[in-house]
Nanobody, 123 residues
Framework: QAKLVESGGGSVQAGGSLRLSCAAI????????MGWFRQVSGKEREGVAT????????NYADSVKGRFSVSRDNSNNMLYLQMDSLKPEDTAMYYC????????????????WGQGTQVTVSS
């Protein structure tokens, strides 16, 4: 069964770092735009970062530019999100997703979603 599985979430203090990983199981990621999204309970889902299949520069939400870095390893079907200088407002459930194309950090078209990994940043 094709699925995405996130890992690497946890609790850190403000200023700390975490590295999220997303493993694609049962399918290859190379043809897809891959992205990270986050959601706080009761709020709308927010795009964090996306990375195209074709080597174009990644897209980042303004709120994470300069602090987060998205990367992909097509040979191992993995997606990563390096998060540095974390802030309490980064606290959310983080999801990885696959879609046919990247359009900024918008989630339209993303059809495959993981179950999420929780990130909690304390002040």
């Amino acid at each position: 069964q094709a699925k995405l599985v996130e890992s690497g979430g946890g609790s850190v203090q403000a200023g700390g770092s975490l590295r999220l990983s997303c493993a694609a199981i049962g399918f290859t990621v190379s043809p897809f735009c891959m992205g990270w999204f986050r959601q706080v309970s009761g709020k709308e889902r927010e795009g964090v970062a996306t990375i195209s299949k074709g080597g174009l520069p990644p897209n980042y939400a303004d709120s994470v530019k300069g602090r987060f870095s998205v990367s992909r390893d097509n040979s191992n079907n993995m997606l990563y999100l390096q998060m540095d200088s974390l802030k309490p407002e980064d606290t959310a459930m983080y999801y990885c997703a696959a879609g046919p194309y990247c359009f900024g950090v918008q989630s339209q078209g993303f059809s495959s979603w993981g179950q999420g990994t929780q990130v909690t940043v304390s002040s």
